[in-house]
């Protein structure tokens, strides 16, 4: 239990670092929208998707908040919800070393964080418009995907006893990318919030070659995966809301608050490990990318690679940049 712990102490001292880092620095600003307009009906997808989602975590907020007055104390899912806000910093490391997926900089932003998580490859990292209204607000409202995955595997469990722990998981796993796809089809890519600017494996991706193209990997399979065993580990707790990676925290030699402390680092720890090995195949699949999808309007590219600035965008022939092997040109905020 210590050692997770200690993990999840350490993903947040790091996260800490991060942050600090870019609020301080000069590319804490907004990303240009470039030459190309936003047609109005994006727009208004975009005031809707920031209202609804923040809505969306305000209302997940209170009933959070009302379980632990009713309870007297910090509930499972209020740590869930905890460890959910705490791996959002993780969410664009999919281009580590280079762009796969573009965010809408006509959304609220202040550019991103990511070009300070420690060694960092692709350029102009910080112009990536983060939409702070719609991935903060979605992180903090996913604790209800653990909960409905939960009533999921008790209804499994129920109507196939014989399913077992693996059986219940790849259920859900599979409840879950199926979800993701829905999910991500509609509300990301053709309302224009976000576009998988490029694929590995065409032949797995939905729509492929065009700008609202879903691969099936990674999301849905590995970010699928990092909502699943959450679930399972809210499914898996105790009465008393003790889970596999905090069970034994009663033997510890501490005031209560230290032990409600030390058991919220604890999940924060499998959380933050479990997006952190989500991101490792997602890194990887970027060195297979193919060609970018042609015609990605200026707002969505903002500055990542293509016109006006002095990368390729992610195709066969063209090599990741490294940090020694920089152009001199850089785009101009």
């Not at 959450?230 to 898996?236: C, I």
Request: with cysteine; aromatic share 12%; net charge positive.
């Amino acid at each position: 239990m210590l050692w997770w712990a200690g993990t999840g102490a350490f993903f947040l001292a790091l996260q800490a670092y991060v942050y600090l880092a870019w609020i301080t620095s000069d590319n804490f600003r907004p990303t240009p929208l470039g030459p190309d307009p936003v047609p109005s009906d994006e727009k208004v997808w975009a005031w809707f998707l920031q209202t609804a989602c923040t809505l969306g975590a305000v209302i997940v907020a209170v009933w959070i908040v009302r379980g632990c007055l009713r309870q007297r104390r910090l509930t499972l899912d209020a740590k869930l919800t905890l460890a959910w806000y705490s791996i959002v910093w993780l969410d664009p490391a999919g281009n580590f070393l280079r762009p796969q997926f573009m965010f809408n900089a006509y959304y609220v932003n202040r550019g991103s964080w990511v070009s300070n998580i420690p060694g960092w490859v692709s350029p102009n990292g910080h112009l990536f418009p983060d939409a702070l209204l719609v991935e903060i607000p979605i992180y903090g409202s996913l604790v209800l995907v653990a909960v409905a995955s939960c009533a999921l595997m008790r209804h499994m469990s129920h109507r196939r006893p014989r399913l077992g722990l693996f059986g219940l998981t790849a259920g859900t796993l599979a409840a879950t990318a199926a979800f993701i796809i829905a999910f991500e089809s509609i509300f990301c890519m053709r309302s224009g919030f976000a576009s998988w600017s490029a694929t590995s494996v065409p032949g797995l991706t939905l729509w492929s070659g065009t700008r609202w193209q879903v691969p099936l990997m990674p999301d849905p399979l590995f970010w699928g995966a990092v909502m699943t065993s959450l679930a399972v580990l809210r499914y898996r707790s105790d009465d008393h809301g003790r889970t596999d990676v905090d069970r034994g925290i009663e033997r510890v030699t501490t005031a209560p608050r230290m032990r409600t402390v030390l058991s919220t680092l604890a999940v924060i720890g499998f959380a933050n490990l479990a997006m952190a090995i989500h991101t490792v195949p997602s890194v990887v699949g970027t060195l297979y990318l193919k060609e970018t999808v042609p015609g990605l309007p200026s707002y969505l590219r903002s500055g990542l690679c293509g016109d006006d600035t002095p990368y390729k965008c992610p195709g066969r022939d063209v090599p990741i940049r490294l940090p020694h092997n920089q152009p001199t040109a850089t785009v101009q905020r």
